[in-house]
């Protein structure tokens, strides 16, 4: 729907410069949006071992969505064992197949799609994300 929305409004004058900063140490990101990469996911990954305060400043013209995932390495067997199955309201279907070969092989395959009963024929951009530990 985003990228629509840009491609609408003037993608070609975005031009959206995104600094994510710590003021308590040297980090600074930068990310820059235009009208070459608009439609691009774009991402950061940030280590942080305590309290991580960010200053999060845009400049420019044009629009972002920002997104905070937080993560914690807290191993838990119910966690991994109670995996959630997509059920007919959800608009997409994930269907997942882990095989072991070995124990220092493992073969993951990830297949989603929109279904077909959706009001929407199109969603413009999906992620999927995997992650393993």
């Not at 003037?10 to 003021?23: E, F, H, Q």
């Not at 308590?24 to 280590?47: C, G, H, K, W």
């Not at 044009?62 to 937080?70: D, E, R, S, T």
């Amino acid at each position: 729907a985003l990228a629509s929305y840009a491609a609408f409004s003037g993608a070609s004058a975005i031009d959206l410069r995104v600094t994510v900063s710590n003021p308590a140490s040297s980090f600074v990101s930068l990310i820059q949006i235009n009208s070459t990469n608009y439609r691009m996911y774009q991402s950061q990954e940030i280590d942080a071992e305590k309290d991580l305060p960010l200053n999060i400043a845009l400049e420019g013209r044009g629009f972002a969505v920002l997104q905070l995932n937080v993560f914690y390495n807290v191993e838990s067997k119910n966690f991994s064992q109670n995996v959630q199955h997509a059920s007919d309201k959800d608009s997409f279907s994930l269907d997942f197949n882990l095989s072991h070969s070995n124990r220092s092989h493992m073969d993951l395959t990830v297949c989603t799609r929109l279904k077909d009963n959706q009001p929407v024929p199109q969603t413009g951009m999906a992620i999927l994300d995997v992650g393993v530990l």
